[in-house]
Structure formats: structure tokens, C-alpha cells
């Protein structure tokens, strides 16, 4: 098992920048795909981004290529998002999520076991 705590979020204007962490436990956290979804209001969740545990290629959702840098580092057992550029429209809560030797990061969301409680991101025009 794993257990997933996400921090970083806040309130940012248009164009600004924030990072997100999410801190994993356990000892085998290299062997975990992660990824980070996120949540607007009256949205589905959504996936952002992800690196595959296997070969730590990543994956970026079209809306933040180019804005988003999804990062690891294995001996601190966290994750990051870099998010640069943020848009009003990128408001939402952020999820840190967790699944063990999973190939194809960009399954549904709800193919992920672990997630972290959330931390919400909002951007303001």
C-alpha cells in the first residue's frame, strides 16, 4: 500500500506559477506509475499528467503541454508538478495518484488505486 499527500496548491494570478509535491510512503515507490489529475467544479476528473514507472516516460494532457513539467525523484519518494502559465481555466483541485507496475498511464482515472486527498489550485483572471 501507499499513502499519497499532496501539497503546494494556492491561489496564483493568470501566468503565474506553482508547484505541486506529492509525498508517497512505503518502499517501493519506484515501482509505481503517478500521475496527477485534476477536478473543476461540475467536471469529471481529468487527467493531467503522469510518468511511467518503468522507463519514467511522461505523459502531458494537450490543455498543459508545453506549461506543465511533471518531475520524480525516487530517493525523496515524491512527485511534482511544475505548472507555468496557470490559466483561470486550470482551476481545480489537483490529485496525486498511485498505481503499482502500471504500463499505460493514461488509463481512467478510477483504474488508479491510491490517491491523495487533493489540493486545490485556483487561478485568477
Known amino acids: 500500500q501507499v499513502q499519497l499527500v499532496e501539497s503546494g496548491g494556492g491561489l496564483v494570478q493568470a501566468g503565474g506559477s506553482l ?14 506509475t503517478m500521475a496527477w489529475f485534476r477536478q473543476a467544479p461540475g467536471k469529471e476528473r481529468e487527467f493531467v ?16 503541454k508545453g506549461r506543465f513539467t511533471f518531475a520524480r525523484d525516487n530517493a525523496k519518494n515524491t512527485v511534482y508538478l ?11 483541485v489537483f490529485y496525486c495518484a498511485a498505481d503499482i507496475y502500471l504500463d499505460d498511464p ?3 482515472w478510477h483504474e488508479y ?3 491523495g486527498q487533493g489540493t486545490q489550485v485556483t487561478v485568477a483572471s
Do not use: H, I
Open 113 to 115: 488505486d491510491y490517491w
Open 82 to 92: 511544475q505548472m507555468n502559465g496557470l490559466k483561470p481555466e486550470d482551476t481545480a
Open 49 to 64: 499528467a503522469a510518468m511511467r514507472w518503468s522507463d519514467d516516460t511522461t505523459y502531458y494532457a494537450n490543455s498543459v
Open 19 to 32: 508547484r505541486l509535491s506529492c509525498a508517497a510512503s512505503g518502499r517501493t515507490f519506484s515501482s509505481y
Open 106 to 108: 493514461t488509463v481512467p
